[in-house]
């Protein structure tokens, strides 16, 4: 099985990605988590990346699909979701040639909808472990003892791009580019439009049913 999983910042893509990585073995591939991962290895690319990220811009697609690409080649047969990629029907149009290339296929496009309301009360309350990425948040999900880690010890943190100021400016460019994207995979077949309100086993079953998976 391989799935598609999008939609705004604070939906819960990372959430409902970590629930089919436990249950059904999948692979994920989050662009956030690659780059992530590559500022704080302090690479050319993580450099560049900080500066989009830390002013809640999108990278520039070419930077995104190759690291796709790399990631794609790792798979050995593992079924993959892609977690918040493609973000423009540019990047959607990119990734069906190299799926085609590598003779891999997607066989549900879903959609998480959640009203702007809550999204802003997931984003600005999300805190992140800087060490090991295990995510929180200072209400539905505390650390056991504030800004510590349950996993690791490490420090959690409220990330540049989940404050307030840059929230507003992550949603604007979400409208402008990957609205779009519904249209484009509704003509394609396969896609799925859920409702991500409510707890993550809640959304988690309407998602299993939709894509007929276990729950």
């Not at 029907?89 to 085609?100: C, D, I, Y």
């Not at 066989?107 to 999300?126: A, H, I, N, Q």
């Not at 519904?182 to 991500?196: Q, R, S, T």
């Amino acid at each position: 099985m391989n799935l598609i999983l999008f939609g705004p910042p604070g939906s819960g893509k990372g959430t409902q990605s970590a629930l089919l990585i436990e249950r059904m073995q999948m692979k994920q591939i989050s662009t956030g988590d690659l780059f992530r991962a590559a500022i704080k290895n302090g690479t050319p690319l993580g450099k560049e990346a900080k500066g989009y990220l830390d002013a809640g811009k999108l990278v520039p697609d070419s930077v995104t699909i190759g690291l796709v690409e790399e990631e794609l080649n790792k798979l050995n047969g593992q079924g993959f979701i892609l977690d918040g990629f493609p973000r423009n029907v540019v990047q959607a149009e990119a990734l069906g040639g190299l799926l085609k290339t590598l003779g891999l296929k997607v066989d549900y496009t879903t959609f998480l909808e959640v009203p702007t309301s809550l999204l802003l009360g997931r984003l600005t309350g999300r805190r992140v472990c800087k060490n090991c990425g295990t995510v929180y948040h200072i209400e539905s999900k505390p650390s056991k003892v504030e800004g510590v880690c349950d996993v690791c010890g490490g420090q959690v943190v409220q990330r540049p791009d989940d404050k307030e100021e840059v929230i507003s400016t992550r949603l604007e460019a979400y409208e402008q580019s990957t609205r779009p994207l519904k249209d484009y995979y509704k003509a394609k077949g396969n896609y799925v439009e859920l409702d991500g309100t409510g707890t993550s086993e809640e959304v988690y079953a309407r998602l299993a049913k939709a894509v007929q998976v276990k729950r």
